[in-house]
């Protein structure tokens, strides 16, 4: 099994930037890609971003392009978020998520293991 760890939500302001890690516990199991989600209060969860290892690459949702950065370090099985210019509607819990090897896709429903999630609140 792997086991997914977040860091770094928070309460922050308009305009303020956050960094998110993740860290994947997986001595057992090839991950192939991470990925970040969220979701906000009475909505579906969204795709983010994800980096896959194989080959390397980063991926954004549309909406996130330009002001959210993912990164990651295959060889340790963590991924970062960096979020600038956040705004209120920025608040949701984020999830770090990871995927097997294979196809990448940005479903939810594809990706195996999860995090607990960790808030981000983001006040006008």
């Known amino acids: 099994q792997v086991q997914l760890v977040e860091s770094g939500g928070g309460l922050v302001q308009a305009g303020d930037s956050l960094r998110l890690s993740c860290a994947a516990s997986?001595?057992?199991?090839?991950?192939?890609?991470m990925g970040w989600f969220r979701q906000a209060p009475g909505k579906v969860r969204e795709f983010v971003a994800a980096?896959?290892?194989?080959?390397?690459?980063?991926r954004y949702a549309d909406s996130m392009k330009g002001r959210f950065t993912i990164s990651g370090d295959s060889a340790k099985n963590t991924a970062y978020l960096q979020m600038n210019s956040l705004k209120p509607e920025d608040t949701a819990v984020y999830y770090c998520?990871?995927?097997?090897?294979?196809?990448?896709?940005?479903?939810?429903?594809?990706?195996?293991?999860w995090g607990p999630g960790t808030q981000v609140t983001v006040s006008s």
């Open positions: 997986a001595r057992t199991v090839s991950i192939g890609a």
């Open positions: 980096v896959t290892w194989r080959p390397a690459n980063t």
């Open positions: 998520a990871a995927q097997r090897p294979g196809p990448w896709t940005s479903r939810a429903s594809a990706y195996d293991f």
